[in-house]
């Protein structure tokens, strides 16, 4: 774990006030202790990631909580589907077969209703 000012002297990018304005903002969520917040490896990667938006990407701060949110759904949806592999693989080679043929067909649905809906077939 991490004080405020390790981070700063890791990661010379950022100042001590961006860091304290990225927590305050939700940007961050370290862990509060009694000598005040702690980042673990995590809050680090994302406060790099910040860095980026803001620093080489030039990103708006009103954009910076919309791009986060969505990295963090898609890290979440990302997590979900590796549990449900995890579960699929955990069935016999018979329900993952069904499981298989019936997301194929699944697919192919979808793609016939998306070229119907835009004139092509």
């Given amino acids: 774990m991490l004080t405020e000012r390790d981070v700063v002297a890791r990661i010379e990018r950022v100042e001590l006030r961006e860091l304290r ?3 305050r903002e939700g940007w ?3 862990a509060e202790t009694r000598g005040g917040p702690v980042f673990d490896d995590l809050d680090v990667a994302r406060i790099r990631l910040v860095c980026d938006l803001r620093k080489e990407m030039a990103l708006p701060v009103d954009a910076v909580p919309v791009v986060l949110s969505l990295l963090d759904q898609l890290h979440g ?3 979900d589907l590796r549990d449900l592999a995890g579960a699929v693989d955990a069935q016999s080679a018979e329900v993952r077969q ?14 016939q209703n998306a070229n119907q809906g835009s004139g092509t077939s």
């Fill in 98 to 111: 069904a499981i298989v043929s019936a997301y194929k067909a699944s697919k192919q649905d979808g793609e």
């Fill in 28 to 30: 961050v969520r370290p």
């Fill in 77 to 79: 949806l990302r997590r």
């Fill in 21 to 23: 304005l990225w927590v």
